[in-house]
């Protein structure tokens, strides 16, 4: 019977692979895997996105309801569902790490609507 041949880790072909890109399943050896602190699972190339470029569509979108949301509290509530979405894809390495920071803000903002909203409901139902 047959071993599997061994895989190489594309960016070091002498050196065996050690696990796989945890987004885009590219094999890593431990040279590609070393100094990568919360980033363990990725390759490099995805490193490399999650790391920096432009806020994505999203991100910034998420930014703009949840400004929007002071002249209404429906479009906050976008804008916190949008901004949570956009972290949980650079927290997957599939959008890149420039929008953390909008995002964040967009989903506190909307968090912030969406209490203000409940509060204004709340005093609405007390006073009938």
């Not at 569902?81 to 959008?95: P, S, T």
């Not at 995002?103 to 969406?114: M, P, T």
């Amino acid at each position: 019977m047959d071993a599997a041949p061994a895989a190489l880790c594309p960016r070091h072909p002498e050196t065996l692979a050690e696990g796989t890109c945890t987004r885009c399943g590219t094999f890593t050896c431990g040279q590609c895997r070393k100094g990568l602190g919360a980033h363990q699972g990725l390759c490099p190339s995805c490193q490399d996105l999650s790391r920096g470029g432009q806020p994505s569509g999203r991100a910034v979108l998420s930014l703009v309801f949840a400004t929007v949301g002071f002249c209404g509290f429906v479009p906050g509530i976008v804008g916190l569902v949008l901004g949570q979405k956009e972290l949980n894809a650079i927290e997957a390495g599939k959008a890149p790490g420039a929008g953390r920071d909008p995002a964040l803000i967009a989903r506190n903002l909307g968090w912030f609507h969406a209490v203000m909203f409940f509060l204004l409901l709340l005093g609405l139902y007390t006073h009938l």
